[in-house]
């Protein structure tokens, strides 16, 4: 026991980022069980959009979209979503709902606000656009 605590003792720093790094990990497991939405594959994704006619809502620039996106997508800015200007999304409730950004991380934010904004069904795309062009899936700029 005196080993450990003379450890603390010559190295407070990296004792702390190890606490930080593991209090860090815990809000993320936590945040994740207790989110309404889910982080779904690309594979998933095509079966849901192929056999549940799911809708994909692109929270990506303007620029960006018209560079390519998922067939059928709709872009949607993610402070229309935050200020609930979304009312022809209103229409895709009951609808399954796929949230896609570049990287998933505001793809997330939009799937939370969606969640509490009454929709039904969720899903968040894991590695948004990057990881769906990285497997070849299809993409269109129209």
């Known amino acids: 026991m005196q080993e450990y605590i003379d450890f603390f003792q ?23 069980m207790l ?5 779904i594959s690309q594979q998933e994704a ?11 809502f692109d929270v990506r620039s303007q620029d960006a979209f018209k560079k390519g996106h998922v067939v059928n997508a709709i ?21 399954p709902v796929i949230t896609v950004c570049d990287l998933g991380q505001q793809s997330e934010q939009a799937a939370d606000l969606l969640t509490k904004q009454g929709f039904e069904q969720v899903f968040n795309l894991k590695g948004g656009m990057n990881e769906w062009n990285a497997q070849n899936l299809p993409v269109t700029t129209k």
Request: positive net charge; glycine residues 0%.
């Open 10 to 32: 010559a190295h407070p720093i990296l004792v702390c980022v190890w606490v930080m790094l593991f209090i860090a990990l815990i809000v993320a497991s936590v945040r994740v």
């Open 35 to 39: 989110s309404k939405f889910t982080v």
């Open 46 to 56: 095509v079966q849901l959009i192929n056999k549940q006619n799911a809708m994909v």
């Open 75 to 95: 872009q949607v800015s993610l402070s229309d979503i935050k200020n609930q200007q979304t009312t022809q999304l209103s229409k895709y409730k009951v609808r």
